[in-house]
């Protein structure tokens, strides 16, 4: 009998903890996109009353609904000014999924973009990590839509990757881009920590 309750209340209670990496150019809206997601999930969540630009590393931690089975996610969204782009490797091991942001009001920096995502995705410690594309700040006239965003970045991406449209500020995108990561974080578990290949 015990074991029996003992299995219900760890099946209840338990939580898996899941460590999810916001990268990206500095402007993109990444830490806009980190206050969205804690103002969906988090019940008592005011949000920030100014954001500014993010010098090192913000984290934000969700508790999912229960129809997850208590799946907490432990969000980094590290900097993303050229000086810093260096220290988004130290992140890569542990993470295990990965959302690159993109600013679609900048067309001008579209391109530097791309390059840095290519140079993310080439590391060889997110092999089999899923990533993300967040089309961001698609609530602005000026934004390039989430189809040619996507044709731009399929150019010189290798390898298999999902896009949303969203906007941080006024939420839209954020539920189907965390029920994304959630569905592929929790069918990839057997797949982090992530292992580097020989030679």
């Keep these: 009998m015990f074991s029996l309750l003992y299995g219900l209340w760890k099946y209840a209670f338990s939580r898996d903890d899941y460590f999810i990496l916001i990268l990206g150019l500095d402007n993109s809206g990444k830490t806009t996109l980190l206050?969205?997601?804690?103002m969906k999930y988090q019940s008592k969540y005011k949000g920030l009353k100014r954001i500014t630009s993010t010098v090192g590393l913000n984290v934000g931690v969700v508790d999912m609904p229960l129809f997850s089975s208590?799946?907490?996610?432990?969000?980094?969204d590290v900097g993303g000014q050229r000086e810093l782009r260096t220290l988004w490797t130290k992140y890569f091991s542990e993470c295990h999924a990965l959302m690159f942001v993109v600013d679609s009001t900048d067309e001008t920096r579209i391109q530097?973009?791309?390059?840095?995502?290519?140079?993310?995705?080439?590391?060889?410690?997110?092999?089999?990590?899923?990533?993300?594309?967040?089309?961001?700040?698609?609530d602005h006239d000026k934004s390039i839509d989430l189809l040619r965003i996507k044709k731009l970045f399929s150019q010189s991406v290798g390898r298999e990757?999902?896009?949303?449209?969203?906007?941080?500020?006024t939420g839209q995108g954020?539920?189907?881009a965390m029920t994304w990561i959630l569905e592929s974080v929790k069918n990839n578990s057997h797949n982090r920590p992530p292992k580097i290949p020989d030679g």
């Design 112 to 138: 530097e973009s791309i390059e840095s995502f290519n140079q993310v995705i080439q590391n060889d410690m997110l092999n089999g990590v899923p990533l993300l594309l967040v089309v961001n700040k698609q």
């Design 161 to 169: 990757w999902h896009a949303v449209a969203a906007s941080g500020l």
């Design 70 to 76: 208590g799946v907490r996610l432990v969000i980094w």
């Design 35 to 38: 206050e969205g997601i804690k």
């Design 174 to 176: 954020v539920e189907e």
